[in-house]
């Protein structure tokens, strides 16, 4: 039981290239969520999923895209990548019925854009 | 603007003592609070939540919660080295949707 994965563990981008983060959970969790990381900002959440086939915005969703694939992944896609994107992106996962909104995240992603 | 307040600290307490961590949060609507550990480099772990007003108690952890004064705090006795981390606290702030405080970092002097 791995819990929450995310693949790369490190990534450096050139300003304005492309990628995707991928995540994956075998809790059989309904929620997944994204969250970027940055010094003294605490977490703040870029997208969520709710449920397998529906995605929203969080509070700071410009300049990313999500796709809920099936219940096991959710992927974040930085399109043009910018130098304000470096930071430390998690993935989480909930149950997300009813009170059970305990979040289990995965490793992170370093991301730096030069 | 929902919010999640926590002092950032470092909040610096001796081995063998009661680190005190408090956290206040503005939406009156909110009904599930947790807390969160986070080693440098490392991802969160969640290790207390709290639904109800009063007390929570998990081995040497304690979490409190004052719906009323809209504030909820972690008590950790016995404070150890390895407790020397960054305490989130979260804070639901609409369905499926955490909000989280800025963090407040803990150091426990051997």
């Known amino acids: 039981n791995a819990g929450v994965t995310q693949t790369p563990k490190f990534q450096v981008l050139k300003t304005g290239q492309s990628m995707t983060l991928q995540c994956a959970q075998d809790m059989n969790h309904n929620s997944m969520y994204w969250y970027r990381q940055d010094p003294g900002m605490g977490l703040r959440l870029i997208y969520y999923?709710?449920?397998?086939?529906?995605?929203d915005k969080g509070e700071v969703p410009n300049g990313y895209n999500v796709s809920r694939l099936n219940k096991r992944e959710f992927s974040l896609r930085l399109e043009s990548a910018a130098p304000s994107q470096t930071s430390v992106y998690f993935c989480?996962?909930?149950?997300?019925?009813?009170?059970?909104?305990?979040?289990?995240f995965g490793p992170g992603t370093r991301l730096t854009v030069t | 603007q929902k919010e999640v307040e926590q002092n950032s600290g470092p909040l610096s307490v001796p081995e063998g003592a009661i680190a005190s961590l408090n956290c206040t949060y503005s939406d009156r609507g909110s009904q599930s609070f947790f807390w969160y550990r986070q080693y440098s480099g490392k991802s969160p772990e969640l290790i207390m939540f709290i639904y109800s007003n009063g007390d929570k108690e998990d081995g040497r952890f304690t979490a409190q919660l004052n719906k009323a004064s809209q504030y909820v705090s972690l008590l950790i006795r016995d404070s150890q080295p390895s407790d020397s981390a960054t305490y989130l606290c979260?804070?639901?702030?609409?369905?499926?949707?955490?909000?989280f405080g800025s963090g407040t970092r803990l150091l426990v002097r051997p």
């Open positions: 989480a996962s909930s149950e997300g019925q009813g009170a059970s909104y305990e979040q289990y």
């Open positions: 999923s709710a449920s397998e086939g529906t995605t």
């Open positions: 979260a804070v639901t702030g609409g369905s499926y949707k955490l909000i």
